[in-house]
Structures are given as structure tokens and as C-alpha cells.
């Protein structure tokens, strides 16, 4: 198989598809990877890397969509590059698609099977490609929440683990799963006063076992949820729904409710956020200010330790890319359920239901397209 390496896009986003090893190892299978010139630049990793693992090296982004069978990417397809998608085509990446209608529109036009790192899922029903951007991503929250705090940032001038005599910052984590685990270590690390809220029993004792006294643990509700926040001096929202738009559980009343120069943090705002006042920014403008506090709600967090997140991206996709590349797709899917489960769209069909449901789309199940049985 042909596989393609595009150079990302989306402003400020440095992370690439493949690392060189990974595409040592796909040349080693037997398969073809074009990648574009520079597309590694931002994680440190040179053309000559990856001529070096036995890639091609290609001019633009149009040669590498032309020619490849399957491209690998790190983040959604932007307008221009679902554009240049072909019938039949593969695209693995992240794709986020219950908040995007427009994206989801362009696959569905272009023909083209979409496989959405997001959705892939493990025997214990856990996410395995979108756990090691969660783990950056939950611990960048903190670091990003601290600096927001400083005055300088519009916060109300607080050092997040505090000094002798004064207190730490009061920091409130809504989730308790892989990003919220993730800040809330980092949190307690630096010092901070640190509650984390869920709906998950088994997730709370599983927390509380790990940190103690250290950690207040929260049965997550509206009550809960209203008393915490309007207390918290840093509020990171960590909750997913697979594949579906994240719930609002923070309400613009529970915002209005923090002291001025308070911050947030929506690690969720890639499925459409957790907070109501909650919109999309970037690294170039990554805050703005509702009712005095402070809102961070980049999209593509990991993007910022382009280097990190690349080689942590890469060893958790490349078995799922070497299966796709040795099986071809549809063999693949058959094989794999849990792979299956990350096929988005077919053919312009929706083939995701909590993406379909979001959308207003018909759904399609992935066996069916595939002509294999639903139980297989």
C-alpha cells in the first residue's frame, strides 16, 4: 500500500502523522510513504529522517493526496484537504465530527473512508489512540490553567501550588477518566488544592486509593457541580462521550458564579466543550473572558509539544496503520472490531451512530458496508 504523510495545517499545529521509525517500519512491511517536505519540522524530525527510514519525499501536499491510498494525519482534515480527498481513499486520523458539521459534509462528499483515531476503541472499552493525546493534553491543562491564573493573563494573580502561609490555588478537575486523572496528578504535584468530580463510583475509590487525603473526591451532580465550581479558583473540564458531543455540564450560571480573574480550562472543546460558554481558540488566541473569568479552550493542545505528542501519537496508531497497510481496509475491519469501530464514515454513508445522532444524519452500521454479519 501507498501510504501519505501530509504536512498539517491548522494554525499552530506542529505535530505529524509518522514518525521516521514508523515509516521504517511500514517500508519494512513492503508498503510505499510519500511524505511532504517539512511536515516533521515542527516535532524536530527532518526530511532527511525520514528519507533516511526510506520515504519519499514530496514537494506539496497535493502529490502526497494524489498518489497515496491511505493518508495518515494527526488533526481533522481542514476545507482544503477534504477537497482533495478521492472516492475510496483512506484517511486515518483524528477526526472529532459531532460538533463539525461542515467537516463531516466534505467527508461524506468526498467519498473517502474515514477512520477516526477517537473512536478506536480496546477490550476494556477504553480509547486507545485518543488516551496518549489525553495524557498530554490533562497534564498541559494544569500548566496552561497556572499561567492563566497569573495577573499578567487576565487571572487573579495566583501561583497555583501557593507558598507557606498562603494556600494553593483551589482547582476543581470535572472527570475523572485519562485527562482528569492525568491533570489532577500534575495538579497535586505543583502544590494545588485539588477535587475531582465523577459519576463513575469505581473511578472515584480508584482515585481515592491512589492519592488518599491528598485528593477530595466528588460524586459528580448538579449540586456538587454547583458548589465546587463556584469555590474554584481553576475549574479543567475532562469529560468525554465517544464520538458524541461533549454534555454541557458547566452551566454560563456556574460560571457567573466564580470570583473574577478565575480561569477555566476545556480539555473537551474538541467535541464541542463541557462549559456553555465555552468556544473554540487557538495558540495565537488561546483566552477570552466571560463574567470575569478567564476561558481557555485551545482545540489542539497537544499541538504546542509538537515533539512529545508525535512520538507518543505515533507508538499508539502505527499496529492500527501496519493492519490497515498489511490487511487493506476492508479485511482490516473485518478482522478487527475495535478497529471497526473507528470507521466514521463510508462512502458518503455515516457509519458512527453517536456521530450520526449528532449530526441529524441516517445511520449506516460499519457491518453492513463492510457485508459482514452485525454479531461478527
Known amino acids: 500500500m501507498h501510504i501519505g504523510v501530509p504536512k498539517e495545517i491548522k494554525p499552530q499545529e506542529a505535530r505529524v502523522g509518522l514518525t521516521p521509525a514508523g515509516v521504517r517500519e511500514l517500508v519494512e512491511h513492503g508498503h510505499q510513504v510519500t511524505v511532504e517536505t517539512r511536515a516533521g519540522q515542527g516535532a524536530g524530525l527532518a526530511d532527511s529522517d525520514y528519507e533516511a527510514a526510506g520515504a519519499t519525499i514530496a514537494e506539496d501536499a497535493e502529490r502526497v493526496f494524489e498518489t497515496a491510498d491511505m493518508i495518515v494525519k494527526v488533526k481533522e482534515p481542514q476545507p482544503e484537504e477534504y477537497k482533495r480527498l478521492l472516492e475510496g481513499q483512506i484517511l486515518f486520523t483524528y477526526l472529532h465530527l459531532a460538533p463539525d458539521a461542515e467537516q463531516t459534509r466534505g467527508l461524506v462528499d468526498s467519498g473517502c473512508v474515514a477512520i477516526a483515531y477517537e473512536t478506536v476503541t480496546a477490550d476494556d472499552g477504553s480509547l486507545p489512540l485518543l488516551a496518549p493525546m489525553s495524557e498530554v493534553a490533562g497534564r498541559l491543562s494544569v500548566q496552561a490553567g497556572a499561567h492563566c491564573l497569573e495577573n499578567v493573563n487576565g487571572g487573579a494573580g495566583m501561583l497555583l501550588g501557593g507558598v507557606p502561609g498562603v494556600p494553593g490555588a483551589n482547582t476543581?478537575?470535572?472527570?475523572?477518566?485519562?485527562?482528569?486523572?492525568?491533570?489532577?496528578?500534575?495538579?497535586?504535584?505543583?502544590?494545588?488544592?485539588?477535587?475531582?468530580?465523577?459519576?463513575?463510583?469505581?473511578?472515584?475509590?480508584?482515585?481515592?486509593?491512589?492519592?488518599?487525603?491528598?485528593?477530595?473526591?466528588?460524586?459528580?451532580?448538579?449540586?456538587?457541580?454547583?458548589?465546587?465550581?463556584?469555590?474554584?479558583?481553576?475549574?479543567?473540564?475532562?469529560?468525554?462521550?465517544?464520538?458524541?458531543?461533549?454534555?454541557?455540564?458547566?452551566?454560563?450560571?456556574?460560571?457567573?458564579?466564580?470570583?473574577?480573574?478565575?480561569?477555566?480550562?476545556?480539555?473537551?472543546?474538541?467535541?464541542?466543550?463541557?462549559?456553555?460558554?465555552?468556544?473554540?481558540?487557538?495558540?495565537?488566541?488561546?483566552?477570552?473572558?466571560?463574567?470575569?473569568?478567564?476561558?481557555?479552550?485551545?482545540?489542539?493542545?497537544?499541538?504546542?509539544?509538537?515533539?512529545?505528542?508525535?512520538?507518543a501519537l505515533t507508538h499508539a496508531t502505527l499496529p492500527f496503520v501496519l493492519q490497515l497497510a498489511d490487511s487493506g481496509y476492508q479485511q482490516a475491519l473485518i478482522d478487527n472490531p475495535h478497529l471497526r469501530a473507528g470507521l466514521n464514515v463510508h462512502g458518503g454513508q455515516i457509519t458512527h451512530r453517536a456521530v450520526a445522532d449528532n449530526l441529524g444524519y441516517e445511520h449506516t452500521l460499519a457491518e453492513s458496508v463492510l457485508g459482514i454479519a452485525a454479531d461478527a
Open 172 to 311: 476543581v478537575v470535572v472527570g475523572g477518566g485519562v485527562v482528569g486523572s492525568n491533570a489532577l496528578r500534575m495538579a497535586l504535584g505543583l502544590g494545588a488544592q485539588v477535587t475531582v468530580l465523577d459519576n463513575s463510583l469505581e473511578r472515584l475509590r480508584a482515585l481515592d486509593a491512589l492519592y488518599g487525603g491528598r485528593l477530595h473526591t466528588l460524586f459528580s451532580n448538579t449540586d456538587t457541580l454547583e458548589r465546587s465550581i463556584a469555590e474554584a479558583d481553576l475549574v479543567i473540564g475532562a469529560v468525554l462521550l465517544p464520538g458524541a458531543a461533549a454534555p454541557k455540564l458547566v452551566t454560563e450560571a456556574m460560571i457567573a458564579s466564580m470570583r473574577p480573574g478565575s480561569v477555566v480550562v476545556d480539555v473537551a472543546i474538541d467535541q464541542g466543550g463541557c462549559f456553555e460558554t465555552s468556544r473554540a481558540t487557538s495558540h495565537s488566541e488561546p483566552t477570552y473572558t466571560v463574567d470575569g473569568v478567564v476561558h481557555y479552550c485551545v482545540t489542539n493542545m497537544p499541538g504546542c509539544v509538537a515533539r512529545t505528542s508525535t512520538f
